[in-house]
């Protein structure tokens, strides 16, 4: 399997921009979470999903943040509009229960945003 | 909410020299995992441990599960500079959804 895949890498945009980030899970998974990375916060879980559906959106940090997971394979985070203070590293992860990894996420490799 | 406390927050050895970090939490976990994160990668899963007293290595990364399910230590014997980056350890609690709680990280950084 080809691991979890994010992309953009990088984004870099200027404030007031709609940011689109967009993950593919790995193939079976069926729990999907979306986390934010900074020095000062460290790995932060913003939301996810159990079967496409969102379960804990606890994280996100205000209405300018949503996420969508339309079917099994992808994901969308979106920040509109995007601010200086949301420039961070985003990673989704998933994971199985069932199998001999259960519970066990996987990360991809990051989108790391920049916003100006 | 549950707290995970890694350390110790950062380490520079020399290679060859063995390494131990650890993480504490003030609730019990169901799992607790190791990963590892490199610049500019997201963390990659090292060691996962499922049952209390489990004592499982990986290469020269040997890592516990606490008897009393709140903390676990990760050690690296015989370093080397690619063991170089960031080790977080995650704890998962079955009652609390699928979500992870993370430790803040230690900074490894080993000297030729």
């Known amino acids: 399997d080809a691991g979890v895949i994010q992309s953009p890498r990088h984004e870099v945009t200027e404030m007031g921009q709609e940011v689109t980030l967009r993950c593919k899970p790995i193939?079976?998974?069926?729990?999907l979470f979306w986390y934010r990375q900074t020095m000062m916060r460290g790995l932060e879980l913003l939301i996810y999903f159990n079967n496409n559906v969102p379960i804990d959106d606890s994280g996100m940090p205000e209405d300018r943040f949503s996420a969508k997971m339309p079917n099994a394979s992808f994901s969308t985070l979106k920040i509109q509009p995007s601010e200086p203070r949301d420039s961070a590293v985003y990673f989704c992860?998933?994971?199985?229960?069932?199998?001999?990894?259960?519970?066990?996420?996987?990360f991809g490799p990051g989108t790391r945003l920049t916003v100006l | 909410g549950q707290q995970l406390n890694q350390s110790p927050q950062s380490m520079f050895i020399q290679e060859g020299e063995d390494v131990s970090m650890n993480c504490t939490s003030s609730s019990i976990f169901n799992t607790w995992l190791w990963y590892k994160q490199e610049p500019g990668e997201g963390p990659v899963l090292l060691i996962a441990l499922y049952k209390a007293g489990e004592l499982t290595s990986n290469g020269r990364l040997t890592a516990q599960f606490g008897i009393t399910r709140k903390d676990s230590f990760l050690n690296i014997s015989a370093s080397i500079p690619s063991d170089v980056g960031i080790y977080f350890c995650a704890g998962l609690d079955n009652n609390a959804g699928n979500m992870l709680t993370f430790g803040g990280g230690t900074r490894l950084m080993v000297k030729p």
């Open positions: 193939s079976g998974h069926d729990y």
């Open positions: 992860a998933s994971s199985t229960t069932s199998g001999a990894s259960t519970d066990t996420q996987y």
